[in-house]
């Protein structure tokens, strides 16, 4: 058979496809695409709003020190729950380290980690990221209960759900932003 740049095209796309599946690059891709398509959080309709009924959720840090969502109550709540290997959990993490940096002494930010604790310490000190995270080993309230990672959730003051999004989003955008000033003036 001749090799025609037919050929040579397909053996290109097919040695691009099995890299972008199966190795590191693949992954790389993945966190890029997440991040070029992450829009800005949705406000949920006002009839998709639902209070969170019980807040007694426990959950704990590296070190193993326990905290409870009861002593968040009152407070504009941020809750992630994300793992190193999901592509779209890392695309969002830059835009969520900014969004810490500049709310974190007025929003309660929750970072759940579906990892290792030692792959997640890693993860955090390579990547200059300053947020704590935590681990759940309760039942989560079932206003929470959610299905695929990344998955946020921003609660106002008085414990409703306004934001629920379950992909990489662009959470220091400017639409994020002023909800959360408006939320953190209620």
């Known amino acids: ?36 398509f992450s829009g800005s959080a949705t406000v949920l309709n006002e009839q998709e709003q639902v209070m969170v009924q019980n807040f007694n959720w426990k959950f704990v840090d590296a070190n193993g020190n326990n905290f409870n969502l009861n002593n968040y109550q009152g407070k504009v709540i941020f809750i992630n729950f994300w793992a190193t290997w999901c592509p779209p959990c890392v695309a ?14 007025d929003v309660e930010f929750i970072f759940l980690a579906s990892d290792k604790v030692n792959k997640v310490k890693a993860y955090l000190n390579d990547n200059n990221f300053s947020f704590n995270v935590y681990y759940s080993n309760y039942m989560l309230p079932k206003e929470l209960k959610h299905t695929v990672i990344p998955t946020t959730f921003v609660l106002n003051k008085s414990g409703k759900i306004i934001i629920k999004e379950t992909s990489a989003k662009n959470w220091n955008s400017e639409k994020t932003r002023k909800l959360l000033d408006k939320l953190l003036k209620e």
């Open 1 to 36: 058979m001749p090799i025609t740049k037919k050929r040579i095209l397909n053996i290109v796309f097919y040695v691009l496809l099995i890299a972008i599946v199966f190795t590191p690059l693949g992954f790389k891709v993945k966190v890029f695409t997440s991040r070029v």
């Open 92 to 105: 969002e993490m830059p835009s969520l380290q900014k969004l810490y940096t500049d709310y974190k002494n």
